[in-house]
């Protein structure tokens, strides 16, 4: 199985690139809506099927996001965010219940605002920070609901797309 090599192959890279800009098209396109998108539910997919490898697809998301939309102190966000999502999927990897899965996303997306945090207490102290992250619960409780709706219906099935593809490679 190819996620045991040292180096990438050239058809993971071209996988990863894919997964990449897939990531993307498909945050764009579900823009509109408050805070719904599919990228929790990728980013964990990435983690569970190729470990760390994940952080190929997930940093060329993260990429095009900064091309697509410019610098900010988003930027910085985006830099750790999906890497705490991934590393905590890697680590329960061995979780075989979607229901599971479907809670660790609603968690990350309720979480999301909290996960922000650190970056606005360099921006404006502690308690600006406080009061954006609790401005903004309305949207962390919409991505909760999205999260977990998203990973309830597709994680079984996309683990299994993604898992069989990975291994034809």
């Not at 060329?60 to 610098?71: A, H, S, T």
């Not at 360099?122 to 406080?130: C, E």
Request: hydrophobic share 60%; glycine share 10%; charged share 10%.
């Amino acid at each position: 199985m190819a996620s045991h090599r040292k180096f990438l192959t050239i058809k993971e890279i071209v996988l990863f690139g894919v997964l990449g800009a897939l990531t993307f098209a498909l945050q764009v396109v579900m823009g509109p809506l408050p805070n719904i998108e599919p990228v929790s539910l990728l980013v964990m997919l990435f983690a569970v099927v190729f470990g760390w490898k994940c952080l190929y697809p997930i940093y060329i998301f993260v990429g095009m996001e900064i091309l697509f939309y410019g610098f900010g102190l988003w930027n910085i966000n985006y830099l750790y965010i999906w890497l705490i999502l991934a590393l905590v999927s890697i680590a329960l990897r061995s979780m075989t219940h979607f229901i599971g899965w479907a809670i660790l996303s609603a968690f990350f997306g309720l979480l999301f605002g909290a996960f922000c945090a650190p970056v606005d207490v360099f921006i404006g102290g502690f308690s600006y920070a406080v009061t954006k992250w609790i401005s903004g619960i309305s949207f962390d409780l919409m991505h909760c609901g999205g999260n977990f709706v998203i990973a309830l219906l597709l994680f079984v099935p996309l683990r299994k797309l993604l898992t069989g593809l990975y291994q034809k490679i």
